[in-house]
């Protein structure tokens, strides 16, 4: 069934899953955060964790600041244009998960969204600042 389905059509949907992927990783991430830091649970302090955590949502604000969308949406629309593909002759996959990623408003609502949220993210560090160990409490 895979190879009926043209290359560029592919990487693109895997694309757009590991987006789909690092979307969720930031907001599910910093839920799980607060939600471990009442509950006290010790591996949201896990320094590497909460590192990757501030840098993937750090690069989001940053790019929009600088008025660049994602690497992976470009990267993405390139290969569905090499494709020859239009919006609506999307696979399922991307159908669904453009849906829930990608909206239609203006740009300053994003900037104001994504800073907000790193703003938070920031605010967690110093709530539950991270630990070089998961066995400190």
Do not use: K
Request: net charge positive; aromatic share 18%.
């Amino acid at each position: 069934m895979l190879d009926r389905i043209p290359a560029p059509v592919l990487a693109a949907d895997l694309i757009l899953v590991f987006h789909f992927l690092v979307v969720a990783f930031v907001v599910l991430g910093q839920v799980l955060v607060i939600v471990g830091g009442v509950c006290g649970w010790a591996w949201v302090r896990n320094l590497w964790f909460r590192l990757a955590h501030l840098v993937t949502i750090g690069f989001v604000v940053v790019q929009t600041w600088f008025g660049q969308l994602c690497p992976l949406t470009v990267w993405e629309q390139d290969l569905r244009r090499a494709a020859g593909q239009a919006a609506h002759e999307q696979s399922f996959v991307a159908y669904w998960l453009g849906r829930v990623l990608f909206f239609d408003l203006p740009w300053w609502v994003f900037i104001a969204a994504y800073t907000a949220f790193a703003l938070l993210v920031i605010w967690t560090w110093w709530w539950l600042p991270p630990r070089w160990s998961s066995r400190s409490s």
